[in-house]
């Protein structure tokens, strides 16, 4: 299986849209235009989401990374990372950022597996006072 990274251009805009219910219409074609969600494709179809922030304007961190549950433990989630990362190092970038709930070890095993290091760890961040566990990645 081939598997190819790349930014998502206006015309993922519908697919993007059904991952990510978190952004207004607005907001998504901005971070679209603004080379901030990144798409993954094997076998000629969209198979995996990521969703590029940056914390105090400066900091890239990973607000969220989807892959089809079909798609999943394939290599996806990694070839959006690489990218990813390839891109933010051209750029001058150092360090990466990601977080997890602290009830989703899955998540966290990834994380962990694909060179992230737990930073720290925000009590009560998310609905139903679960906490959020932050990753670090040096580039």
């Known amino acids: 299986m081939i598997i190819n990274a790349r930014f998502a ?3 993922d805009f519908d697919w993007c849209a059904e991952l990510d219910d978190h952004l207004n219409e607005t907001i998504l074609r901005r ?44 290599g996806i989630g990694r070839a959006m990372l690489a990218y990813l990362e390839a891109y933010l190092r051209e750029r001058g970038y150092n360090v990466l ?4 709930q602290v009830n989703e070890a899955e998540p966290q095993a990834w994380h962990r597996r694909v060179g992230f290091e737990e930073c720290g760890i925000i009590s009560g961040l998310n609905e139903g006072g679960i906490g959020e566990v932050f990753f670090r990645k040096k580039l």
């Open 31 to 74: 971070k679209i235009t603004s080379e901030e969600i990144l798409l993954a494709e094997a076998n000629g179809q969209r198979v995996g989401y990521l969703r590029l922030e940056y914390l105090w304007s400066m900091v890239p961190y990973i607000a969220l990374i989807r892959v089809r549950d079909d798609y999943r433990k394939r």
């Open 97 to 100: 950022m990601s977080s997890s």
């Open 9 to 11: 251009t206006l015309e």
